[in-house]
Nanobody, 127 residues
Framework: QVQLVESGGGLVQAGDSLRLSCAAS????????MGWFRQAPGKEREFVAA????????YYADSVKGRFTISRDNAKNTVYLQMNSLKPEDTAAYYC????????????????????WGQGTQVTVSS
């Protein structure tokens, strides 16, 4: 069992940066694949990024590749999402998620693959 709490969202202008954090409880944090998803009003939840247990591999949606960076600190039970060059279309509620098992290139980009979720943090980017 793991509990996830996101923070760091806010209102920014296009081109600005934000760093989201997700603090996890539990002693087995380092065993989970951690992911970030987002959901805009009226849209389905979509994959943003994921990182394997030791940070050795990261995965990104094409829409954020080159602008966002996912990282983790297992000593602090925390995963981060550094978001640079933000665009209005990045506006959404951002959710942290954890899954057991390995990251599979196809299926692990689906929200249904993740076992645990945070409550979300809102990111709003004005033009």
């Amino acid at each position: 069992q793991v509990q996830l709490v996101e923070s760091g969202g806010g209102l920014v202008q296009a081109g600005d940066s934000l760093r989201l954090s997700c603090a996890a409880s539990g002693r087995t944090f380092s065993s989970y694949v951690m992911g970030w998803f987002r959901q805009a009003p009226g849209k389905e939840r979509e994959f943003v990024a994921a990182i394997i247990w030791n940070g050795g591999s990261t995965y990104y949606a094409d829409s954020v590749k080159g602008r966002f960076t996912i990282s983790r600190d297992n000593a602090k039970n925390t995963v981060y999402l550094q978001m640079n060059s933000l665009k209005p279309e990045d506006t959404a509620a951002y959710y942290c998620a954890a899954k057991t098992g390995p990251f599979y290139s196809g299926s692990s980009r689906s929200s249904s693959a993740y076992n645990y979720w945070g409550q979300g943090t809102q990111v709003t980017v004005s033009s």
